[in-house]
């Protein structure tokens, strides 16, 4: 009985783990191929999009309302920075120490979902970003101040990869993107991560089962820093140049729209709506000067219509019609959505416990 449930669930696996495959596979091959600034364009995407996927495991699987993840980018970025003005040039200790500095910043949001829910999270998670805003200016002498602070040897903490010549290291970026996709989907399908989405869904119930909701709420919050500090480095190696903006309010709140107009419970959708928003704004910013005006009015239709975002939309619309294709009906009143949203969690948790 439980092989047929493994190949049951290796089969519903399939069609995710080949859209993303599919999705890399043009990423590494149509770009280059049609060359000009495509890549480099692509890249920033891809550096922002890493942040947007921390924030969708968060907000979209965990349920945490952290509006912090700039500060965990911000940070890593600068260390970068801070470290090759000091000489230490070698890309492996500069990639840790980065990486580390990031945790080291997820650490202190974990501590907040140990100690406070809901609001009281979410207003934690924002002034503490706008603390980190201020540090910067605190330490002028280590961090440049408004001028910001450059990173020395680009090319040599690449990995000897130039970020404006060449595809190398757009093909580097791609992979690292890639790589948090992919681990990312197989925790969310295995047994850990089906349990860390029912306890998103109901930690109370949760609690009441035997699991350790605060030790699932830590780990997932210290692995999606991971991912945003990973794109702090890669930011910093890609621009060579660091400013206070990168660990204020604005990218923070940016990281979540991207995710909310691609699909915060979806792992293409937040990569999809970061370059949808970015091209928008690029765009309309080279049209008028109302840009921002304009990426507001867009971003209020896309939450008000499609409230699942992007890639929500779409495997809605595609769950729909095997229904109507196979007779069923979906459920329409209040009581029947709320006893499919019960067997949901029970199949989570079910899943959870029995693999």
Not at 137 to 161: C, D, H, M, P, Q
Request: net charge positive; hydrophobic share 55%; proline share 3%.
């Amino acid at each position: 009985m439980t092989s047929i449930r493994r190949v049951r669930a290796m089969g519903s696996r399939a069609p995710g783990v080949m859209a993303i495959v599919l999705f890399f596979a043009a990423l590494f091959i149509v770009p280059p191929i049609y060359g000009q600034y495509l890549p480099q364009r692509i890249s920033d995407y891809l550096i922002f999009g890493l942040p947007a996927l921390a924030v969708a495991l968060i907000a979209g699987h965990a349920r945490l309302l952290n509006v912090g993840v700039g500060a965990t980018f911000g940070v890593s970025a600068y260390t970068v920075a801070i470290l090759s003005q000091h000489g230490v040039l070698n890309p492996w200790l500069l990639m840790l120490a980065s990486l580390a500095a990031g945790v080291l910043v997820s650490v202190l949001f974990a501590i907040y979902a140990v100690v406070a829910t809901g609001l009281e999270y979410l207003l934690l998670t924002l002034l503490t970003t706008s603390a980190f805003f201020t540090l910067p200016l605190l330490f002028t002498r280590l961090t440049g101040g408004e001028n910001g602070l450059s990173v020395k040897g680009a090319v040599g903490i690449s990995f000897g990869l130039d970020p404006l010549q060449g595809n190398g290291f757009y093909w580097f970026l791609c992979g690292i993107t890639a790589f948090w996709c992919l681990l990312s989907w197989y925790l969310l399908t295995c047994r850990a991560g089906r349990a860390m989405i029912a306890i998103g869904r109901n930690p109370v119930r949760a609690a009441a089962m035997g699991y350790s909701v605060y030790a699932y709420q830590v780990a997932v919050t210290l692995y999606s820093g991971l991912i945003a500090a990973s794109a702090g480095w890669l930011y910093a190696l890609a621009h060579a140049f660091v400013f206070e903006d990168l660990l204020g309010l604005n990218d923070s709140v940016n990281f979540v729209l991207y995710s909310l107009v691609g699909g915060v419970d979806t792992i293409l959708g937040p990569l999809l709506g970061t370059a949808g928003l970015r091209y928008l704004g690029e765009y309309l910013g080279q049209q008028s000067t109302q840009s921002q005006l304009y990426v507001g009015v867009a971003l209020l239709i896309v939450v008000y219509l499609l409230p699942a975002g992007v890639i929500g939309a779409v495997r809605q619309l595609w769950q729909l019609r095997r229904r109507v294709r196979t007779g069923g009906a979906a459920p329409s009143e209040a009581l029947g959505v709320m006893l499919t949203q019960e067997v949901e969690i029970d199949r989570l948790f079910r899943g959870a416990t029995e693999e």
